[in-house]
């Protein structure tokens, strides 16, 4: 009447046993009271994280719950092995779900972290407009010196040491003419270096 068989097991009495009983076990249960599982599926230890176990025969296999992995289901599985997160975003997994963590959400957006945004374009547009502006100066540049080196060294023709000479001789007029201007300015300033005339009166007698 107390009930000692544990486990769904049927108690006999018996008094030729010193307790007086004897356990009639079910299968996978053993011991006095048939408190011993043997059993190859075991709640609560065969199969983890909400796993599933399931006996053919002798042995048990899991069913792992979804995002999980491994004979007794204690691994998580990694969904993000074959995800692609563009712009450089992470992708985080999370039981079996994932997602793509962008590096900023004032960028990039989308699933896959794909979609720019507007300020983002708008900055691309004007870095290739400033960087075309930049080619098309160098070009220039490269172009124009290409052009004076042929004009020089095929041609005998130096367009810069014309322009040079001409630039002396203008310098060189304009020194003079601040020399001259600079001797009248001296001569205004400085009256007493001018000549003086001098007069002599000579009495004569009648």
């Known amino acids: 009447m107390s009930q000692p068989c544990l486990n769904l097991a049927t108690c006999y009495p018996n008094i030729t046993v010193p307790l007086g009983y004897i356990c009639a076990c079910v299968t996978g249960f053993s011991g006095v009271n048939c408190e011993v599982d043997e059993r190859s599926c075991r709640v609560g230890s065969t199969c983890l994280n909400s796993g599933t176990c399931n006996t053919t025969g002798n042995a048990s296999t899991c069913v792992c719950a979804l995002g999980r992995t491994g004979v007794h289901c204690e691994y998580e599985d990694d969904v993000c092995s074959n995800i692609t997160c563009q712009n450089n975003g992470i992708c985080v997994s999370n039981y079996g779900n994932w997602s ?107």
């Not at 003419?177 to 009256?191: C, G, H, I, S, Y």
Request: net charge positive.
């Open 100 to 206: 793509c963590l962008c590096i900023s959400s004032e960028l990039y957006s989308g699933t896959y972290c794909q979609t720019k945004s507007s300020s983002l374009r708008t900055k691309e547009i004007v870095s290739r407009s400033f960087a075309g502006v930049a080619i098309g100066c160098l070009a220039t540049v490269v172009g124009f010196i290409l052009i004076m080196d042929i004009l020089k060294y095929f041609f005998n023709v130096d367009p810069v040491e014309n322009e040079f000479r001409s630039w002396k001789e203008k310098k060189a007029d304009q020194r003079r003419e601040e020399r001259r201007q600079e001797r009248k300015r001296k001569n205004k300033v400085n009256p007493s270096k001018q000549p003086v005339l001098a007069v002599r009166f000579q009495y004569i007698h009648a």
